[in-house]
């Protein structure tokens, strides 16, 4: 092997990286405007058109359904925990309670962890969330309850979309 082989192999590589960041690009931009088609073009004009659904020649079905995005941003964190408790939805909380050690420190760790009801250390940490797709999963339904809701609070995002299915 000489310097020149070698050379060309890194220069080889340098390529290779620029196409993957170029395909990876495009990738992503692909992957938008496919977005854009499920959530806005196709359900917009079936809508124009007063369509719930429809097959290609293929037998593809296309469909609109409802769904929705939401989250809970760790600005509104605090009211949107508070809400859920107040109203009876404490349930779908998650909370953590943690305690940051140093390494190699598992002998301490496993002495905290028995004794941690008893022995807060300034290190404990507590934490309380709600899953995303937990949460997910209860707007959507208080929403087909009728319910109110600080779509605020909560980062509510109604939409709609498409789903294929394909024929086998």
Not at 87 to 112: F, M, P, W
Not at 132 to 144: A, G, H, I, N, Y
Request: hydrophobic residues 45%; aromatic residues 6%.
């Amino acid at each position: 092997m000489t310097i020149k082989m070698l050379t060309t192999l890194a220069h080889i590589r340098q390529d290779v990286k620029f196409d993957i960041e170029i395909m990876e690009r495009e990738l992503k931009e692909k992957k938008a405007h496919m977005t854009r088609l499920d959530t806005e073009d196709i359900p917009e004009l079936m809508a124009e058109l007063e369509l719930s659904s429809f097959s290609l020649e293929d037998g593809t079905t296309i469909a609109v359904k409802e769904d929705v995005r939401t989250a809970i941003t760790a600005a509104n964190a605090p009211k949107a925990l508070s809400w859920l408790v107040a109203n009876g939805y404490g349930g779908i909380i998650k909370t953590s309670v943690g305690v940051a050690l140093a390494k190699g420190d598992r002998e301490r760790a496993l002495e905290v962890f028995a004794q941690l009801q008893e022995q807060f250390p300034t290190e404990a940490e507590m934490k309380d969330s709600v899953h995303p797709m937990t949460l997910k999963s209860f707007v959507v339904e208080r929403l087909q309850e009728g319910d109110d809701l600080p779509f605020d609070l909560f980062s509510v995002f109604p939409f709609n979309k498409i789903t294929v299915k394909v024929p086998k």
